[in-house]
């Protein structure tokens, strides 16, 4: 997410329940020193547990991490694990965080296990990340225009095709337990 980002995971976020079973990912374009507050409100509001991610720490279920500002957020497998890692190599799309970074190497990890969710912001941020999730089988829900406060990133998406679900901010939680549900259940739709 982007412009308008805080306000839809005010949303989405909260509505999650505590016992998730999965680890969240959120890539939100925010200068140094604000994803931290960012991940302290959202903790206070919230079921699960929310924290601005560390380098070389292991991805925990019921855990939401937030890419510190600056910094792209990686995946990596080591000994069955998923390990965290903060890179300062260039901006893609012009930002740092970048989506597209995150979610080409969840996706790597995750193949059809993966589900990103493009929120409202400016740009092309995401649209290459999620041509990736889709191509091994994951899913893509897009924030619609009716709730993005720039209806740029999430539109992007879905007019290349690469958005299973556009919904509000307000309907994204449920989509993602329904997806996680099937998930788990083995349903393929």
């Known amino acids: 997410s982007s412009t308008g980002g805080p ?9 999650l329940p505590e016992n998730l079973n999965v680890p969240i990912i959120i890539v939100q374009h925010m200068p140094a020193g604000f994803t931290a507050s960012l991940a302290y409100r959202l903790d ?3 079921n699960l547990k929310v924290k601005e991610a560390q380098d070389g720490e292991f991805l925990q279920k019921n855990v939401v991490y937030i890419a510190p500002g600056d910094f792209h957020l990686g995946l990596k497998q080591e000994d ?6 903060l890179d300062k190599s ?5 930002v740092r965080p970048s989506a597209d970074f995150t979610f080409d190497l969840a996706a790597e990890i995750f193949k059809e296990n ?11 941020d995401g649209a290459k990340g999620v041509f ?3 191509h091994y089988g ?4 897009a924030e619609s225009k009716e709730t993005s406060v720039v209806y740029g990133m999430p539109k992007i998406v879905a007019q290349e095709g690469y958005a299973d679900f556009v919904l509000p901010n307000y309907d ?5 337990l329904e997806i996680l549900t099937d998930q788990s259940r083995g349903i393929k739709r």
């Open 138 to 141: 994951g899913k893509v829900i």
């Open 80 to 85: 069955h694990k998923i390990k965290l890692f």
């Open 7 to 15: 306000r839809s995971l005010d949303v989405i976020i909260p509505q």
């Open 44 to 46: 206070k509001i919230s």
């Open 114 to 124: 993966s589900l990103a969710v493009i929120l409202t912001g400016m740009g092309r």
């Open 90 to 94: 260039d901006k893609i799309n012009n």
């Open 172 to 176: 994204i939680a449920e989509k993602i």
């Open 132 to 134: 990736k999730v889709k």
